[in-house]
């Protein structure tokens, strides 16, 4: 049992973000309006499309915000060893709605190795990428598909940036 809870907590850090890719709009959903509540917050900027190979932080942030429980109930993976040692996790299953994984490439028979250079294989491994995905410059996913080696590139953009990595100058004070 620790085993496949070790091999989802590794490839939900991987996954968290790729999945960020197809979950949809950067605009949250209307609150329903409430009587004697303070007037709603100002709404949320509206983001415009990337590129292939770019995510919004706040997309990622929005998977990974609900916690590890609501992700891990939409992949399974096994543990993959060569020689006996540790070398990835594949993608057993995908669960859900297809259109939370659209965008990421990532496919049923996937073997992950390694996410931004790093070892997935113990479990502070894979939680220290996890936790650094919320402020990382990308995310890079070295996979394996029919024994072939792969990668995904994805460049994590802030809301202040404009496409392609520069950020806007600073607004001149009056």
Known sequence: MRLR???IW???SVLAASAALGCGSTTPEPASPAVDEAPPPAPALKLPQLPAGNVWRVDVMKVMSPGMGAFLQKIDVEQ???NGKFHGFRIVALHGDPSFWKGSGLQVG???TTVNGQPIGHYDQAYE???Q???A???VVDYERGG???QLRLVIHDEDEVPGGVKPPAAEAP
């Open 5 to 7: 809870l070790l091999a």
């Open 10 to 12: 590794c490839s939900a």
């Open 80 to 82: 993959v060893l060569d």
């Open 110 to 112: 996937d073997v992950i």
């Open 129 to 131: 990428v996890w936790r």
């Open 133 to 135: 995905l919320a402020t």
């Open 137 to 139: 410059p990308e995310l």
């Open 148 to 150: 072939q080696p792969k």
